[in-house]
């Protein structure tokens, strides 16, 4: 309501015309009622005193069409006033915000988006904000359920310094549901580079960092910081607690921390979470319970999807609800994590770490990878998820297979658009 009563503040001009508006449309009300009414009165008239009665009325009726005359010529300037003022107001909302441009197709636009399927996304890293990006073209229903094991870069050394969540992974999903062009989500990605502390810290992760002490919480610091970047959707922990993330390698050695678990080039056992049994976010089980659609991944199988998994209660929530399960295979292996596995490995791990198959759908890439990609990868001891169809039938799982690859900087991603595009058919 404040906002609104902005545009009544001195000098927008905003006020003069609606009130000329007002006073003159009172004033061609009363003008036509005044005819109608004299007219009305005098139709049960004599038909043999008509000249007596028909002169009056002429003259009454002459002089009020005057006014009503007056009166359309002052509300049609009253409302090419307002239109004026209000056409000045859009064109300085399109100055500070360059990206809307057509105000009437982003009106629209976000009308339709309010009628899409409510969909959440689990998980973590590049993955969550490559899938994000695509989804809020179709719907803006979406939740963003986010791991908080995070312990490298930017999010572990706040998390280490200020006992606080790791903010990196939720700040970019925040930026990804946000509108790209504006200068505050730019601000956001913005990362330190210089010769003191600040060096590798994300300006976002510090504003959350500094609006967790301002509101007093991390689950609060995040829905002011979704406010002021204007996001399509919502974006939850999975649980407030801080956790830490340990892996048993299958040479028996146990690493603790997330950040040592992506490095290994051992073969994962299996994963664990610190403390076990953790208290899961409210918000992020209501999401669960009204969602359409839950879509796990792409992302790292054991560092960003599973850890989620591992909050008892989120599993069991998904478990038991009516929406469509969705798994989104990588399309390449990680070096370490997944190595040499193929698309029923990662089916596995998951059903492994829950005890339950929780999949219903998965999709995979069928798109070819161009050679020199493949090349470069190859390096880095990554290959391209194979996909075992025999295999998977035996999981009551349908196998979704497109082309979604998009290649960014010689970086092998999922097409985000494709992607929820598919997403949004398997949800209708």
């Not at 197709?105 to 339709?112: F, V």
């Not at 989804?135 to 803006?140: A, E, M, N, P, V």
């Not at 359409?292 to 591992?310: C, D, E, F, M, R």
């Not at 070096?335 to 490995?345: A, R």
Request: glycine content about 6%; charged content about 20%; aromatic content about 8%.
């Amino acid at each position: 309501m404040n906002k609104i009563n902005k545009f009544l503040y001195p000098g927008v001009r905003l006020k003069r015309w609606i009130f000329l508006f007002i006073l003159s449309f009172i004033a061609f009300s009363t003008g036509i009622s005044g005819i109608m009414g004299k007219i009305l009165g005098k139709v049960k008239i004599n038909f043999l005193n008509l000249d007596k009665h028909f002169i009056p009325i002429r003259d009454f009726i002459i002089n009020s069409t005057k006014l009503v005359t007056v009166d359309i010529i002052v509300i049609t300037i009253g409302i090419t006033g307002i239109f004026y003022t209000i056409n000045i107001l859009l064109k300085t909302l399109r100055t500070l915000y360059p990206s809307k441009v057509d105000i009437a197709k982003a009106s629209y636009d976000e009308i339709r988006l309010r009628k899409g399927p409510k969909i959440v996304a689990i998980g973590g890293g590049t993955g969550l904000s490559t899938l994000l990006k695509g989804l809020k073209l179709y719907t803006s229903n979406i939740t963003a359920i986010v791991t908080v094991a995070d312990d490298g870069g930017s999010s572990g050394r706040l998390r280490k310094d200020l006992k606080m969540l790791p903010p990196g992974d939720i700040r970019n999903c925040m930026t990804a549901l946000a509108d790209s062009s504006t200068l505050m989500n730019k601000i956001f990605q913005y990362r330190f580079k210089t010769n003191n502390n600040l060096n590798g810290h994300s300006f976002g992760n510090l504003f959350i960092a500094a609006m967790s002490k301002i509101s007093g919480s991390f689950e609060k610091a995040i829905e002011e910081s979704s406010k002021i970047l204007s996001i399509r959707g919502e974006v939850h922990p999975v649980t407030l607690e801080k956790i830490t993330l340990e892996a048993r390698l299958k040479n028996k050695k146990i690493l603790k921390g997330q950040s040592n678990i992506s490095k290994s080039k051992y073969p994962i056992e299996r994963v664990f979470i610190n403390p076990t049994s953790p208290i899961p976010s409210s918000k992020a089980i209501n999401s669960i319970r009204k969602a359409k659609a839950i879509v796990l991944g792409p992302g790292s199988l054991y560092t960003s999807i599973i850890p989620n998994l591992l909050v008892k209660d989120i599993t069991k929530e998904i478990l038991n609800s009516k929406a469509k399960k969705i798994y989104v295979c990588n399309i390449m292996t990680q070096p370490g994590e997944t190595n040499n596995y193929k698309v029923s490995d990662h089916i596995n791990a998951i059903i492994k770490h829950t005890g339950y198959n929780i999949i219903q759908y998965v999709i995979v890439n069928i798109e070819e990878i161009p050679p020199n990609l493949l090349s470069i990868y190859k390096k880095k001891n990554s290959y391209p998820v194979k996909i075992d169809e025999e295999n998977l039938k035996k999981y009551d799982i349908i196998l979704i297979k497109e082309k979604l690859l998009s290649i960014e900087n010689n970086f092998i991603r999922h097409n985000s658009e494709k992607l929820a595009e598919v997403i949004l058919k398997i949800s209708i």
